[in-house]
Nanobody, 114 residues
Framework: QVQLVESGGGLVQAGGSLRVSCVAS????????MDWYRQAPGNQRELVAT???????NYADSVKGRFSISRDNAENTVYLQMNSLKPEDTAVYYC????????WGKGTLVTVSS
C-alpha cells in the first residue's frame, strides 16, 4: 500500500526559509516522479515542483528561483526547500505520486506571516 507522509511545515516570517519533507512507502521510490502541490484556502490545488526518478526538476513560475525540490532515494524521501517565502506561499503542501492512480499525503501546513 502506497503511503506518503509529509512533515516540516510551520510558521515562518516573510523572507524566511523552510524545508518540508515527504517519506514514501509501498513503491519502488527511485523510479517514480514525485511532486509537491499546494492548496491555499479558497484556491484549487496547484503543482509547485516535480522531480523525476533521474533527478530532472520543474517548477511553477511563481516559485522559480526560490524553491528547490530534491530527493534521497536511499531514504525514500523527497524534499522541498523554500526560500524567500512570501505570504502568498501560505498553503497546505501535499506530496504526490502517480502509480496506476494518484496518491496523496495528508499535507503539511506552511504559514508565512507578513
Amino acid at each position: 500500500q502506497v503511503q506518503l507522509v509529509e512533515s516540516g511545515g510551520g510558521l515562518v516570517q516573510a523572507g524566511g526559509s523552510l524545508r518540508v519533507s515527504c517519506v514514501a512507502s509501498g513503491i519502488i521510490f527511485r523510479i517514480y516522479t514525485m511532486d509537491w502541490y499546494r492548496q491555499a484556502p479558497g484556491n484549487q490545488r496547484e503543482l509547485v515542483a516535480t522531480i523525476t526518478g533521474a533527478g530532472n526538476t520543474n517548477y511553477a513560475d511563481s516559485v522559480k528561483g526560490r524553491f528547490s525540490i530534491s530527493r534521497d532515494n536511499a531514504e525514500n524521501t523527497v524534499y522541498l526547500q523554500m526560500n524567500s517565502l512570501k505570504p502568498e506561499d501560505t498553503a497546505v503542501y501535499y506530496c504526490h505520486v502517480r502509480r496506476s492512480r494518484d496518491y496523496w499525503g495528508k499535507g503539511t501546513l506552511v504559514t508565512v506571516s507578513s
